[in-house]
């Protein structure tokens, strides 16, 4: 039981304190998965049946967890997710949350649907930070965003590949988010003044609430049917490898897919000169049943991984899981709900908090398990079941 008189130390207990604080609707929207949610289930479960060797009696005095993501430093493999709609967690969310996250030392994601804009958050943030494109379907507006992302500073560009279209969410029907009618705003407006604090910090003070990277299409967040329309209309289920491949050629920066859970579609981002790919089903938010990421990591590193930057994303919640995706061969990982919990949950400190108390769980990790780099953390490090006969 997390009360507001003890100190929040995992994702788990900011998740607590995000929802006391968050409007219902905004909450099940961060928190919740698609149909019946077993794939946001089994990512959270997979890894917590992947069991370390514990190791002793090798000099650990010098235990260093920072390494390298698409040629920068970071103090830990650790990057922020693209989160749509983030800036809406606590106030000016995203320039909050890359604030932290440069102090920390990790990159921050801006998603194509994130409330604060580009200039604003770069600002905020002491390191370039990285963007996340979803291909909307008017092409001269992505060419547009590629130039003003480039000009911003940044380098490193996340395609996200697997939503042609938005899953089917049942939280965001239930609670009034995607459901339309006078009955729905009702829901959301006896939702909201349900939490007086959010209203005053963020609605009121935090705006304006639009999407700050297509300010001019749909110019109020809160607007959310026009919002919901707008996707409708400008996600493109159309994109191809093709598309990729136009894409490629004008983005000279690093170019990552995000949302790969295949064999043979990594093959094909390798194929198409991705200088990474995110092993992800985007947090079990779009189809329900497809496997974890833990349980797909290993075969897609076993296929591409002498050829590209891997990370993995899903159900990661702490610095123990951040070692076990690096064990099983992930370069990196990508971080969702556990970011905006702390952000909603705790402001700028707290999502410091948790980044550093991620960090230093997932230094002892290497402290016992007998290992003092992040390069030399691998299949060793797992503690599988030998078979006497092999
Ligand atoms: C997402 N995700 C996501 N991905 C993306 O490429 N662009 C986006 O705008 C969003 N938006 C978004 C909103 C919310 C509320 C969530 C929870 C997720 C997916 C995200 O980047 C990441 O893949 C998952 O969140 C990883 O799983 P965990 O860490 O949340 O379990």
Redesign the pocket.
Known sequence: MISKFTYPATANDYRARARARLPRFLFD???GGATDEQT?RA??ADWAEIPLRQRVLIDVDQVDTSTTLMEQSCSMPVVL??????GMMARRGEVQAARAASNVGVPF?L????ICPLEEVQAAASEAIWF?L?MIRDRARIEALLEKVWNSGCRTL?F?V??PQPGMRHRDFRNGLASTGPRSKLLKVMQLLSRPGWLWRVALRGGPLSFGNLRDAIPDARNLDAFKAWIDAQFDPTVTWADIEWLRERWKGKLIL??ILDVDDARDAVRVGADGI?V??????QLDGVAS?AGKLPEIVAAVGSQTQILA?????SGVDVFRALALGAQGV?????W?YALAGGDEAGLSNLLESWQQELRLAMTLTGVTRIADIGQAQLDRPQNPES
């Open positions: 929207y961060l928190d946001l990512n959270e997710a693209p989160l749509g709609l983030a994601t998603s194509t649907v994130g996340q979803y996340v996200t697997d939503l995000k949302g995110v992800s089903n985007h947090g079990g938010r990421g994303d899903g159900g990661i919640r990508m971080i969702g709900r556990p905006a």
